[in-house]
Structures are given as C-alpha cells and as structure tokens.
C-alpha cells in the first residue's frame, strides 16, 4: 500500500519535468506591432489637441512655433477670453440645446422603432425602407423647405428650430434601436400584455428599460452632433445672446482672426473650451458606449 503522502510525492515529481518543458509566454512579434499600430494611431489622435492645449497658453507670437511646451507661458488668455466674449452664456445654451435634441430624437425615435419591431402590418417592411431611404437624401436639399416651415410658424430667430426637429426622429437612430428591439424575446411582451398592460406600457415597461444601452448609444451621439453643429446656428440665430457655442465660436474667429484682430491665442482657448465638454462626456460614457456596441454585435 503506497501512502497518500508518497502518491503525492510521487505526483509532484512527475509533474515536475512537464512544468520545466512548457515554454515560457512568449511576447510575440504580432503583439508588438499591434501596441505599435495602438501607439502610432493614439499620437496622431493625440497631436492636434496637444497642440491646440499648447497654443492656447503662448503669447500671440509664439502661437505658431510648433512647440508643445509652451517657452511663455500665459494663461491670461483664457481670462481674456471670458472679458471679449459671453463664453459661459454660451456654453449654457450648447447645454440646454443639446440635452433638448438629445433626448426628443432618443424618445421619438425609440417610438417609432418600437413600432416597427413589434407591430405586424402590411407594407412595414415597404414603409422602413422609405424611412432609411431618408439618410439618402443630402441636407443641403431639405434646408430651404425646412427653414420656410419655421419661418411660416415664426420660429425663426430662436433657438427651437435647433432641436424641435428631432421630435420627428432620425431614420439612423430608428434603424439602430429597431435592431435592439427585434432581438427581445417576444414571450416577455406576450406575457405582459397577458397581465393587462397597454400597447404604450410594453415600450416603455419593458422595451425601454431593455434597450438601455442602446437608447445611451443615440443619447451621446446626439449629444456630440447638436454640440458641433454650426450651420442650423448660423441660419436661424442672429441675436448674440441666444448663440450656441459653435457659433459664438464663429463670431471670435471673426473677430479675432484674419478679418479682425489677429488674437490667435484668444480664438485658441475658445476651441478648447468647445473641446474639453465632448472629451469630458465620452470620458465618462465610453463604457456605456462599448457596453451598447458589444451587447449589438452579440445579438
């Protein structure tokens, strides 16, 4: 009889030369160049912005040198920023707008992309197309129409026209969550509208709750869009007070730029305060994001 503790060692011994034969993690060739590809595509990410950082803290001669350390520094630019322009009055309207359109076009088009995931009617396939069809179509083509509509109702010269439209939905954001929507098991609406629950209960009970990670995918993306949008600003708002931050931005590059003063590290701080927001939001969303992209490439 061989004893628990001689089978042990016995064991270990002979575990022994195999552990010594297993070669040793190998830090491949095919891993180094991926963190290369990684280092290389992040520096070239990285560089404008570190420039832009940079610039906006060098006196006006020195802001084209190309040097990412500042020889002077001067952070009086930003406070001469605050003194020339209302940037905060402006960022507050950027908010305000953009949380508005963020979550009118999350809401309607999470509508309507329930719809036609849950609904069996004729021509719904027909009906889908139509509405993805409208990615087709350039915004320079709907830009007049539009802006007779709200200039008919009078609403031109405010701030509405900015986010008002996304009540309608975006045929993106309907074709992304429609997939969301298909791929819930039908038995959990089935069993809800067993208990009595309503048509506009099942969307907002259970498919909404659902598509969490989805609806938080629009929800940024519409954030950032409404963000850095300039155009709508510069066709419906001429009153100063009611500018955006892109367009507030527009009218210090005119003022300081090349038909004006020449402050360009004036214009400088006012591009990273437009800047810093959106790093800051998808700093902090990144996770959701990746979250709604993986939990979509699984279904």
């Known amino acids: 009889m061989v004893s628990l503790s001689e089978r042990a060692v016995e064991e270990s011994t002979s575990a022994e030369p195999a552990r010594r034969h297993q070669p040793p993690m190998a830090f491949g060739w095919g891993k180094i160049l991926h963190l290369l590809v990684l280092c290389v595509a992040s520096v070239a990410f990285l560089y404008p912005f570190v420039w832009l950082l940079s610039a906006s803290l ?8 190309n040097s990412l350390i500042p020889h002077h520094w ?9 003194s020339y322009a209302p940037v905060l009055h402006w960022v507050f309207n950027s908010v305000v707008v953009a949380l508005a359109a963020a979550i009118t076009v999350s809401f309607s088009s999470a509508l309507v ?26 915004g320079a083509v709907t830009m007049i129409p539009i802006y007779l509509i709200w200039h008919r109702i009078g609403l031109t010269g405010t701030q509405v026209p900015l986010w008002a439209q996304n009540l309608f939905g975006s045929a993106f954001y309907i074709f992304l969550l429609r997939q969301f929507f298909l791929s819930i098991p039908r038995e959990f609406f089935e069993a809800a509208r067993m ?4 048509h506009f209960g099942l969307f907002w009970r259970i498919a909404m709750p659902l598509a969490r990670p989805a609806l938080i995918v629009v929800f940024v993306f519409e954030i950032q869009a409404s963000w850095t949008d300039l155009l709508k600003p510069l066709i419906y708002l001429q009153d100063p007070s009611l500018y955006t931050l892109p367009r507030g931005l527009k009218a210090v590059i005119d003022t300081f730029g090349n038909g004006g003063e020449q402050h360009w590290e ?12 959106l790093i800051v939001l998808f700093a902090f ?6 979250d709604g992209i993986a939990t979509q490439a699984k279904r």
Not at 266 to 277: D, F, K, L, N, Q
Request: glycine share 4%; with cysteine; net charge positive.
């Open 195 to 198: 208990d009595g629950c309503s």
């Open 74 to 82: 001067r952070f009086a630019n930003y406070a001469d920023l605050w």
């Open 58 to 65: 060098k006196p006006r001669t020195e802001v084209f040198d």
């Open 113 to 138: 992309a329930f719809g036609f995931a849950y609904f069996r009617f004729r021509l719904r396939n027909l009906l889908f197309g139509l509405v993805l069809a409208t990615m087709m179509l350039p």
């Open 266 to 277: 004036i214009i400088m701080a006012a591009s990273v305060v437009a800047t810093v927001p």
């Open 285 to 290: 969303a990144q996770r959701h994001i990746m």
